[in-house]
Structure formats: structure tokens, C-alpha cells
């Protein structure tokens, strides 16, 4: 299944929706994509409502990219997890990287 990504743009702030499976088979082609976003906004918001799915490619993603905002010197935070994405990252508790509150 491939995944979409929707802009949508306040100012300096970009917010992106993820719709789909984060995973192995979508994050070569995601990759470039989340950090062309990244290098361009002084602060992205990932909304991950609508991850169906992810594996530890797409957390492996996801670290890169709060690696590379914080190497840029830019703002980078999750606004919206699914029940999948969140399940990915508890089971390797990862919670606390990505700032999000423990389960």
C-alpha cells in the first residue's frame, strides 16, 4: 500500500498528514519526501492519525528525521498518532524520543 502525505501550511509551520503504512515497502519513497518538508519549514508537525501501519523502517524514519531537524536546528513534533504507529514505538519505548506520553 503506498502512503499520501497532505500539506497543509501556517506560516513558518508546516503540518503533514501520513495516510497509510509507514513501512518498509513506502520509506524509500517517503524519505526524501519528509526531508525536502523539513529542510524547507522551520517547524514540521507529522499528524500519524492515519498510519495504518508501521515497522521499525518507518520508526527508523521518524528517527531520522527528529535527527536531522535537531542537526538543522529546526522544530519537529508528532500532532496525531494512531493506534498502529503508537503500538511500534511503545514496543521498542521509544515514547520518550518522541515526545509522547507513555502508555
Not at 501520513?18 to 513501512?23: A, F, K, N, Q, V
Not at 529546526?74 to 506520553?101: D, P
Request: net charge negative; proline share 3%; hydrophobic share 45%.
Amino acid at each position: 500500500m503506498d502512503i499520501t502525505i497532505k500539506q497543509e501550511q501556517a506560516g513558518p509551520e508546516c503540518k503533514l498528514s501520513l495516510t497509510g503504512e509507514m513501512s518498509i515497502y513506502s520509506v524509500t519513497e517517503l524519505k526524501p519526501r519528509l526531508l525536502a518538508y523539513l529542510h524547507e519549514n522551520q517547524s514540521v508537525l507529522f499528524d500519524l492519525t492515519e498510519v495504518s501501519e508501521m515497522d521499525t523502517a518507518g520508526i527508523q524514519l521518524l528517527w531520522l528525521c527528529h535527527q536531522e531537524a535537531a542537526k538543522v536546528g529546526k522544530a519537529l513534533a508528532i500532532s496525531g498518532i494512531s493506534s498502529a504507529a503508537l503500538e511500534a514505538i511503545t514496543l521498542l519505548r521509544l515514547e520518550r524520543q518522541f515526545n509522547l506520553q507513555p502508555v
